[in-house]
Structures are given as structure tokens and as C-alpha cells.
T-cell receptor
Framework: DSGVTQTPKHLITATGQRVTLRCSPRSGDLSVYWYQQSLDQGLQFLIQYYNGEERAKGNILERFSAQQFPDLHSELNLSSLELGDSALYFC?????????????FGPGTRLTVL | GQQVMQIPQYQHVQEGEDFTTYCNSSTTLSNIQWYKQRPGGHPVFLIQLVKSGEVKKQKRLTFQFGEAKKNSSLHITATQTTDVGTYFCIIMEYGNKLVFGAGTILRVKS
């Protein structure tokens, strides 16, 4: 158990819908990262927040957005869902935000878009 | 953006054989991290390499960072069934964007 929690574990929805994935970092961690893992694209970095502020942006689609709240939990919002958005979404957290910080991954949310 | 090539994509070994995965970049890296993901699980941090030519060991695992800091390897001696999973390297490119290698899937036959 990494100490990072993600809800829900599974989510099944239809194309065109909007969903919200939630992540609670380890106690004391200020950074939250979001990743997408699909069979054909492997692990892709989406976005990083540090202490409430966006710090780095990866391959995140415009239909996706995220935020980190004052209590440091984070949410990833996915809208206008397409079949290709079906994937495992991981959240990770770390103490700091700099280079070479060890990340602790949550168990992931499996999203299925039908 | 910066790319990192990881090879091989897949390796199936007999228990007791050695295993190596490689990550190669066209540019000099500030550091590189290695993670392991068990089947059905989430990535777990293994190690970070920072210095040119650095070699670190964790029991049967040996990690190396090239002299030019453009490549890295993870070597497992005498694989066991508990070693199965996917091994990833991660680099950081300009703008703090994290880039994953494609991963090497290791299967071990007992």
C-alpha cells in the first residue's frame, strides 16, 4: 500500500459523457501527478500539481482538466469522452516537486468508455 | 520533445537466467529513474541515477548510468518468478515534463 488513494476503482460510462477521478496523496506529499496507461501508448504523463499550482504539463488533451485543492487532494476531469479514452489512470504523489523525486503511485482508476 | 528508447520490448527467460533492459536517449540526461510494475499493479520506484558512470546495486538488481549520461541499464542476475513485471525508465525533459520509456515486459518460466 503506497498511501495514495484513488476513487473510484472502476468506472464505466458512455461516449460524450464527463467523469471525475479523485486522488488523495500520501500524508505530507505536496505534489500530485496524473498518468494515463493504455495498451497501445504505454504510460503517458498528463499533468503535475505542486501545492495547489500547476507545475508541469504533459500530453493532456484539452478535453481533460485537473486541479489540486487546498487539502492537497486532486481531481482529474475528463469530458466529451471518446472510446480511445478507455485506459487506466494513475495518480502519484511525492514530497517535493523537483528533479528526481520518488513518486508513490495509487492503485489506479480503470475507465471504460462504451 | 525528448525521447527515450527502451529495449527490448519483451523478454521471456528461464528462471535462473539473467535479464537486462536498456534505456537510450539522444540527449544528455540530468537523471534517470527506474520503476517496476507487477501485472495488475501500479508502478513502484526502484532507484534513481544521477552521476555519470554511476552503478548501484539492490540485491540481484544492478543499475548503471552511462558515462555520457545518455543511456542506462537495469540488470537482474539469476531471475526469479517474483521478478515478473514491466520495468520502466523515466526521464525529465525541458519544462519538467516526465517521459516514460515504453517498458520491458519480463516473463520468467519456472
Amino acid at each position: 500500500d503506497s498511501g495514495v488513494t484513488q476513487t473510484p476503482k472502476h468506472l464505466i460510462t458512455a461516449t460524450g459523457q464527463r467523469v471525475t477521478l479523485r486522488c488523495s496523496p500520501r500524508s505530507g506529499d505536496l505534489s500530485v501527478y496524473w498518468y494515463q496507461q493504455s495498451l497501445d501508448q504505454g504510460l503517458q504523463f498528463l499533468i503535475q500539481y505542486y501545492n495547489g499550482e500547476e507545475r508541469a504539463k504533459g500530453n493532456i488533451l484539452e478535453r481533460f482538466s485537473a486541479q489540486q485543492f487546498p487539502d492537497l487532494h486532486s481531481e482529474l476531469n475528463l469530458s466529451s469522452l471518446e472510446l480511445g479514452d478507455s485506459a487506466l489512470y494513475f495518480c502519484a504523489s511525492s514530497v517535493g516537486a523537483g528533479i528526481g523525486i520518488e513518486q508513490f503511485f495509487g492503485p489506479g482508476t480503470r475507465l471504460t468508455v462504451l | 520533445g525528448q525521447q527515450v528508447m527502451q529495449i527490448p520490448q519483451y523478454q521471456h527467460v528461464q528462471e535462473g537466467e539473467d535479464f537486462t533492459t536498456y534505456c537510450n536517449s539522444s540527449t544528455t540526461l540530468s537523471n534517470i529513474q527506474w520503476y517496476k510494475q507487477r501485472p495488475g499493479g501500479h508502478p513502484v520506484f526502484l532507484i534513481q541515477l544521477v552521476k555519470s558512470g554511476e552503478v548501484k546495486k539492490q540485491k540481484r538488481l544492478t543499475f548503471q548510468f552511462g558515462e555520457a549520461k545518455k543511456n542506462s541499464s537495469l540488470h537482474i542476475t539469476a531471475t526469479q518468478t517474483t521478478d515478473v513485471g514491466t520495468y520502466f525508465c523515466i526521464i525529465m525533459e525541458y519544462g519538467n515534463k516526465l517521459v516514460f520509456g515504453a517498458g520491458t515486459i519480463l516473463r520468467v518460466k519456472s
